[in-house]
C-alpha cells in the first residue's frame, strides 16, 4: 500500500522528466529536502503547472516511491511573483537556493533553513537597485552562519586578537583566507596547509570600509552602509555609491561558499551580466 504524506515546501528546483513531467526539489521544514515528481506538470492547462514553478510555497500531498516521490495535489500557499519580473533579483534568488541546497538534508527538520530562505526571498523581493545586492551578500552570510560556516571577521583568525577597522589609517588593511577562515592581519604568520587534493585558495587584502560592513552581517537588519562609529575622525567618507565595496564582499564570500562546500555556484555567473554587479 502506497504511503502518502503533507508537507508545505517551496520549490527550489526543477527539470523536465519524461514528456510531460516534472522533476522538482523542494525544501520543507518537517521533511527537509524532497525530490518529487509532478506529473504532467508541462502539459498546457496542468493544475500542477504554475504549482511547480521556481519559488513557489505549496501545501503538498506526497505519495512515497521508491526512488522518487510523487505529487499527487499541491495547493498554493504564496508566491513571490517580484522575483521572476527582475532578472537581476531571480538571479539573486536562485544564487540563495543554490547554497540552502548544498546544505539541506532529506528526512530532516529543516526549518531553520526554511525560515530563514523565506525571509531572505522576501527581502530580495522588496529591494531596490541600491539595496538588491547588500540584500544578497547578507543573504549569503546568514546561510553561511547557520551551516556554521561563516567566515571569522571579528577576530584574526591566526592570532585571535580583535580586528577593528579604522578609516582614519588610509592604509589600514587586513587578509581574507577562505583557509584560515576568515581575516587575519597581514603581520601574522600564515600557517594555513590547502587540503588535499585541492588549490590553495587566493588571500585577499580587504580596507576598513569592507571590514566594517563584514562585521555587520550577522546583525537581521539589512545593512547598507557602514555603522556609526566606525568613521569617528573621517566622518566624510562614504561606502561609494557605485557600490564597488559591496561587489568585492560578494565575490569574497563567493569564493569563501564555494571553498568550504567544495563546489561552484553556478547562478553567480550569470550576475555579471543580468545588472547586479557593475
Excluded at 523542494?26 to 508541462?42: D, E, K, N, Q, W
Excluded at 564582499?249 to 555579471?272: C, G, N
Aim: proline letters at 6%.
Amino acid at each position: 500500500m502506497s504511503q502518502t504524506y503533507k508537507a508545505t515546501g517551496i520549490n527550489l528546483k526543477g527539470m523536465p522528466l519524461g514528456e510531460s513531467d516534472r522533476l522538482l526539489t523542494i525544501l520543507t521544514p518537517s521533511h527537509g529536502l524532497i525530490r518529487a515528481v509532478a506529473p504532467g506538470a508541462r502539459k498546457h492547462r496542468s493544475r500542477l503547472g504554475g504549482r511547480s514553478d521556481l519559488f513557489v510555497v505549496n501545501d503538498l500531498l506526497i505519495v512515497k516511491g521508491k526512488r522518487l516521490d510523487k505529487l499527487i495535489q499541491a495547493d498554493t500557499v504564496r508566491s513571490f511573483p517580484g522575483l521572476s519580473q527582475h532578472l537581476g533579483r531571480l538571479t539573486a534568488s536562485q544564487y540563495l537556493a543554490e547554497l540552502a541546497l548544498f546544505q539541506a538534508l532529506s528526512d530532516h527538520d529543516q526549518q531553520s533553513l526554511y525560515l530563514l530562505l523565506i525571509e531572505h526571498l522576501e527581502r530580495i523581493e522588496l529591494s531596490t537597485p541600491a539595496t538588491l545586492l547588500p540584500c544578497l551578500v547578507q543573504g549569503i552570510y546568514h546561510l553561511l552562519a547557520l551551516a556554521g560556516l561563516a567566515p571569522e571577521v571579528r577576530y584574526c583568525c591566526l592570532t585571535r586578537s580583535v580586528l577593528q577597522p579604522s578609516l582614519s589609517e588610509v592604509d589600514w588593511q587586513v587578509g581574507f583566507s577562505p583557509e584560515a577562515g576568515g581575516l587575519f592581519r597581514l603581520d601574522a604568520p600564515v600557517a594555513t596547509t590547502p587540503r588535499r587534493g585541492s588549490r590553495r585558495a587566493p588571500v585577499t587584502t580587504l580596507g576598513a570600509i569592507e571590514v566594517a560592513l563584514l562585521q555587520q552581517l550577522s546583525q537581521s537588519e539589512l545593512i547598507v552602509t557602514a555603522p556609526e562609529g566606525v568613521c569617528q575622525t573621517t566622518k566624510t567618507q562614504q561606502i561609494p555609491k557605485s557600490q564597488e565595496v559591496w561587489v568585492r564582499i560578494e565575490r569574497l564570500l563567493r569564493q569563501y561558499a564555494q571553498y568550504h562546500f567544495d563546489r561552484p555556484i553556478q547562478s553567480s555567473t550569470l550576475m555579471d551580466t543580468v545588472g547586479i554587479l557593475p
